[in-house]
């Protein structure tokens, strides 16, 4: 059974912080990427931050270098997005996703929407100016 938990989601102030947790329960033979995306109203989903599971090897879309952090727990089977410095374009629904094959076929976790094949419900995230 595979599943994806988020949480923390919220309203706050601009250059306010959340964070997300998403609660892992993934049973794979391979490693998996573990990844944030998000979705505003009227625009696709984007990549925001990436993790390859048990590593330190990580990758953020340019919107978010150096204000969020994407990390790991694994005793926890936990994968959090520490966002900082919020912007009201930031405000979107975050999901948590997850892939056992995109590192094994690509060496990366820099996966476009259709290459993670597990998704959370999602979490809203409204950052007010």
């Known amino acids: 059974q595979v599943q994806l938990v988020e949480s923390g989601g919220g309203s706050v102030q601009a250059g306010g912080s959340l964070r997300l947790s998403c609660a892992v329960s993934l049973v794979t033979y391979w490693r998996n990427c573990l990844g944030w995306f998000r979705q505003a109203p009227g625009k696709e989903r984007e990549r925001v931050a990436t993790?390859?599971?048990?590593?330190?090897?990580?990758s953020y879309a340019d919107s978010v270098k150096g204000r969020f952090t994407i990390s790991q727990d694994s005793a926890k089977q936990t994968v959090y997005l520490q966002m900082t410095s919020l912007k009201p374009e930031d405000t979107a629904m975050y999901y948590c996703?997850?892939?056992?094959?995109?590192?094994?076929?690509?060496?990366?976790?820099?996966?476009?929407?259709?290459?993670?094949?597990?998704w959370g419900q999602g979490t809203q995230v409204t950052v007010s100016s």
């Open positions: 993790i390859y599971d048990g590593s330190r090897i990580t």
């Open positions: 996703a997850a892939d056992p094959y995109l590192w094994r076929n690509r060496g990366t976790c820099d996966g476009r929407e259709h290459e993670y094949a597990i």
